[in-house]
């Protein structure tokens, strides 16, 4: 399993997230860390990865060791 990493302004933004949302969103991270399949998909134009979680938002690059979470919001502002 690949460790899930967060950025200060990444964590800080997940832990605003309500509560159901952050248990989806944590679980989702950690299936896609154990097994490498989710809904995720590939950003256009800038690097990165996007998990989707409800109406939430992660975005992240995944290294060899990790997934290191940059970005995390709802979908109406997170690509902005």
Do not use: C
């Not at 200060?8 to 896609?32: C, G, H, I, N, V």
């Not at 490498?36 to 800038?46: C, E, I, M, R």
């Amino acid at each position: 399993m690949k460790a899930i990493r967060f950025t200060a302004p990444a964590l800080k933004a997940f832990a605003r997230l309500p509560d159901r949302a952050r248990a989806q969103m944590r679980a989702k991270l950690e299936r896609y860390a154990a097994t490498g399949t989710g809904d995720v998909k590939a950003l256009v134009g800038v690097p990165g990865v996007r998990i989707r979680s409800g109406s939430y938002r992660a975005i992240f690059i995944e290294t060899t060791d990790a997934i290191e979470v940059f970005k995390v919001g709802d979908r109406r502002d997170i690509y902005e």
